[in-house]
């Protein structure tokens, strides 16, 4: 059984270790994969969907906030690969308002039209 924690955030957004610091501190806690999953964004230095560094798998993930009635959805992609469309969409999360504002739990919704844009990128 492979130990995993699929929700992983890096100082990319709101997390507070490096990429390059995730594999050690994931090893430390007896996990042998995590996905990153940063706040409306690909990680600029993960290339492929899945790799290994240093003895840990890592998962290049995005954890979407989606706007729904009458509540909000965090989305999470997995084995996420840059494309056009996705990096549309995320730019578009990342226009719609400030960021450190979405970044916390009161964070300012995007609107339904990013959410259906969202729904057709491709994350594999």
Same mark, same amino acid.
Do not use: K, N, Y
């Given at each position: 059984m492979v130990v995993a924690d699929l929700h992983v955030h890096t100082t990319n957004s709101d997390g507070?270790?490096?990429?390059?610091?995730?594999?050690? !501190?994931?090893?430390? !806690?007896?996990?042998?994969?995590?996905?990153?999953?940063?706040?409306?964004?690909?990680?600029?230095?993960?290339?492929?969907?899945v790799e290994t560094r240093d003895g840990v798998t890592l998962i290049h993930g995005i954890e979407l906030r989606?706007?729904?009635?009458?509540q909000r959805v965090d989305l999470l992609g997995y084995g996420a690969r840059r494309t056009d469309a996705l990096d549309a969409a995320v730019e578009g999360l990342q226009r719609s308002g400030d960021w450190a504002a979405r970044t916390s739990p009161g964070r300012?919704?995007?609107?339904?039209?990013?959410?259906?844009?969202s729904a057709r990128c491709s994350t594999s």
């Open positions: 507070t270790l490096t990429l390059a610091e995730v594999p050690g !501190a994931a090893r430390e !806690a007896g996990l042998e994969a995590v996905a990153i999953t940063d706040h409306d964004r690909l990680h600029p230095r993960l290339d492929a969907p989606v706007e729904t009635d009458p300012s919704s995007p609107a339904t039209r990013t959410t259906t844009r």
